[in-house]
């Protein structure tokens, strides 16, 4: 399955976009609300915008965020929903000198904001069943956008109906677990890993996923996960001993995220006349052909 | 009042003076959605080399204070597909095309590139990379037995002269030279690429630099060494030009951290001719839009007439 280019038709924009709000959700961890509605009306799971965070030249580059979802709950007046369409969400963590800078922008302030990027997931629309159980695996700040996934994954499926998401999320401690209510309330199972075991399985959250994929009576049909490159390194052996189709999001350092300066390469295994040898490999753009990629594309280092 | 903004790069006319560094524009395509293209003073595309390059492995890039550290190696389709499956788009902009070559072993390479792009006449003009910091250093083919040498072309006078005076046998078309900083005097390799026929000079490439990570002591470029840009490296670009400015006849093609009208204007003024936005369009993909404008405006409030008697007239 080829899913380059799929949506690379939806127009980008630039913009100097107001700050709804921008909040601490605990620890180092933020929300932040912008208004940027060409964005939210074209964004699909798995995109992400890049934001400057300052005006200055310090930092110099932008920084990249996926979405987390559009419109937001809490910010929608009763009978306003439309509004709330015009509003896209982010997570991230205060970890860097870009991030902390981020983290003091104040509601009301106006960031450029360019958006939507990259190709998102290739969403499955089968209805969800008993045997049709697709598996989200967050890692850390890879929780984001799978939240948007689920959302739409879900989206025309009655809560009725007997099929569950799994969502497998990992956390350093359990201070660290993310959005665990949001998947639930969207109708998902939701199971924890903590690195030091302070909730949930004690271990990766590759290891859970091991222990449950032999707990499951039929194949899960699909694999969707975001987190670091070790974690989705680990999901793409375990996908492909599985025979289960997997979508890898990506996280990378980028210079322009628009596809133009060519750093934030990954290897592709090459395809076709290029395949001479099975470490062939292409170099393809985290910010243009992904950040989703099909796990058994991928040449892992 | 008409204020002109026309400038002339050898046998080529452009309306104004703003290009982009090769390197940071891709192929032009992955800016349609942010800017009108044919606004553009001309776009010098990513560099082309006779087959293609994969490029360097990652991580490529790295953030620095003001700057950026990057070492892509000059990942590129060769010059066929290039022409293929790039060039289709950038003529439809209807801006002057320049493209960026290099040769990965021998100045064969450059005269074959040459030749070839010289046949299609949609190409504007050609500029030598004859400074790329991040590709295994160019074995240098002085033609005189013994003096064979490692290093870039651009850092040694005698192998840029061989290299320019090649090209120029076998294209009628308006070259430029890239220049490198990482020289001890930029001016004699200058003047040596002016007497070897280029029609002008492009400086500067990127500073060679390079960044630790002191957690894993590691560097932050897979490649080690890199290429610095952005607005750290601009003061040293800007002395360049003016220096470069003061020996030799041809126009400079000024470039190095330019940002915004403010900094382009430093450039013309030490001697520029015409500049070219690098890193900015990584950060600003309207950066160059913004210069066309800025300037207009310069001009008009300093009752300017013309960009060209801006050129240059640094007052000391």
New interface residues.
Partial sequence: MNIKYQISNI????QKSKVISNKKIKDNYFEIIIAAPEIAGSAQPGQFVNI?VSDG??????RPLSIHKIGHQATRPPGHQSKAKRQIVMLYEAVGKGTEILSQRKPGEFL?V?GPLGNGFNIDRRPLTIDYRPILIAGGMGTAPLVFLAEKLREGKSQKSKGKMLVLIGARTKKDILCEEEFKKLGCEVKIATDDGSRGFKGYVSDLLIRELSAFSSQPSAIYACGPKLLLKEVSRISQEHHIPAQLSLES??????????????KQKAEGRKRKADDAF??QRVC?EGPVFEANQILWE | MGISLKVKIGKLQLNNPVMVAS????YAE??K??IDLKKLGAIVT?TITLKPR??NP??????T????L?S?GL?NPGIERFLQEKLPFLKKTGAPIIVSIASERDTDEFITLARRLDKIKEISAIELNISCPNIKRVHQVTRSPGHQKYGLIAQDAKATFEVVKAARKVTQKTLITKLSPNVTDITEIAQAAQDAGTNALALINTLMGMSVDVRGRKPKIAMVTAGLS??AIRPVAVRMVWEVYKKVKIPIIGMGGI?DTQSALEFFIAGASAIAVG?A??????TTIEIISGLEKYLARNKIKDIKELIGSLKI
């Fill in positions: 127009k980008i924009t630039n400057k030249i310090e930092p110099l580059l932008r450029d360019i350092h980028m210079a322009c995220g628009i596809g133009a300066c060519m750093g934030c390469v990954i292409e170099y243009k | 390197g940071t524009f891709g992955e800016f959605d942010f990513k994969m490029g990652p991580p490529r890039t790295c953030e204070p003001a700057g950026l990057n892509i990942e952005g607005p940002m890193t369009n990584f950060i600003n993909p309207r």
